[in-house]
């Protein structure tokens, strides 16, 4: 987290929003079941138009309603209201210290772990309310799985840390068992091939962009229904990063996803919805291509051009 003041944009050389238009992500690849017609409108008739159901008939995995936290006194989030659905990545953006990565620790009560930190309102998983004092938080958090900016992989070898979460949740009855999950977990985090032959190295002496696909493993490796990731390039090069990329690209039709990113370029390839925070408001929440070629609100406008921060 840093302060609200310090300046952003520092990956705006490129201009907005013809670049960034040109690469938004598309909803209606094999790996996102077709959408509606009327989903795939033109965004220029949308300017206009007041707010709609983005994804009408279906029920979003997660619903946030009227979320406002507290840090002590200071408010940082001021009543969001926002849906994460199946089979798409939503990208959170906005300037520094706007509440982006608060928003994200909502979402697996993240914010249980800090001093102070107090959550008001109502947020859903599947329509159960994960806010409740009888949810079961080591459980909700492999259902709702993160990974964080800097690949933190335990001090353990590749294998074990993929299989640490199987263990302690007991899903594997027994070595073969537990062995298929790590295959399959580092398969699906694109990171089998390089490490096959090394799983008892450890993990902290992968590369980063590695390390960070090992820490993918590890979330993938409880079967999670949701995965948070909190600028999870923003430590790495760009090879690195364009691996994660593709591979957020891969892991979209098995999980809900929502990402934290500062890199707007990165927002409009993985995303296909987006949400702009402003001073812990959303200011708007739309479908990816809406929000970088046609925002309703003038900030998003101003922020996705570069012109404050
Ligand atoms: N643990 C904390 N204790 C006190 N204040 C906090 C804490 N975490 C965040 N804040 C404050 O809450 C506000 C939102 O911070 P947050 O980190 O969620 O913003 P952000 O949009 O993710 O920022 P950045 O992009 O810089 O990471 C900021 O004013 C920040 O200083």
Same mark, same amino acid.
């Given at each position: ?17 013809? +670049? ?24 220029? +008739? ?11 008939? +279906?029920? *979003? ?27 798409? $990545?939503?990208? =959170? ?9 608060? =928003? ?28 409740? *004092? ?55 985090? !694109?990171?089998?091939?390089? $490490? ?56 979209? !039709? ?15 390839? $993985? ?5 702009? =925070? ?7 929440? !739309?479908?990816?291509?809406?929000? =970088? ?6 900030? +998003? ?9």
């Amino acid at each position: 987290m840093t302060d609200e003041k310090q300046p952003i944009l520092t990956n705006s050389a490129v201009p907005f929003p013809s +670049t960034v238009v040109a690469r938004v992500a598309s909803e209606n690849d094999p790996l996102a079941p077709g959408l509606p017609p009327e989903e795939q409108q033109s965004a220029s +008739t949308n300017r206009a138009a007041p707010a709609v159901d983005l994804d009408p008939g +279906t029920s *979003p995995k997660m619903r946030a309603e009227d979320v406002k936290v507290y840090y002590g006194e200071k408010q940082a989030l001021k009543g969001v209201s926002i849906e994460v659905h199946d089979d798409k $990545v939503t990208a =959170f953006i906005g300037p520094s210290g706007c509440g982006k990565s608060t =928003f994200l620790r909502c979402l697996n009560r993240m914010n249980d772990t800090i001093a102070g930190a107090r959550v008001t309102g109502t947020i859903t998983l599947d329509g159960e309310d994960i806010t409740s *004092p009888d949810m079961d938080v080591v459980q909700l958090r492999a259902r709702v799985g993160m990974v964080f900016q800097k690949p933190n992989p335990f001090p353990k070898s590749i294998f074990e840390n993929v299989a640490y979460g199987p263990r302690i949740h007991g899903l594997a009855s027994g070595k073969d068992e537990m062995d298929a999950i790590v295959e399959k977990s580092l398969r699906r985090a !694109g990171l089998w091939d390089e $490490v096959k032959d090394r799983l008892g190295e450890s993990g902290t002496a992968l590369s980063g962009g590695q390390q960070q696909r090992l820490c993918i493993a590890r979330a993938i490796a409880v079967d999670p229904e949701v995965i948070l990731m909190d600028e999870p390039c923003s430590a790495l090069d760009p090879i690195a990063t364009a691996k994660i990329e593709e591979l957020i690209h891969e892991l979209r !039709g098995r999980y809900a996803i929502a990402i934290v990113t500062h890199n707007m370029q990165q927002a409009a390839r $993985v995303s296909q919805r987006t949400a702009f =925070f402003h001073l812990g408001e959303l200011i708007e929440y !739309g479908k990816t291509s809406d929000i =970088f070629t046609n925002p309703r609100e003038q900030r +998003t406008q101003d922020y996705i051009t570069g012109r404050y921060g």
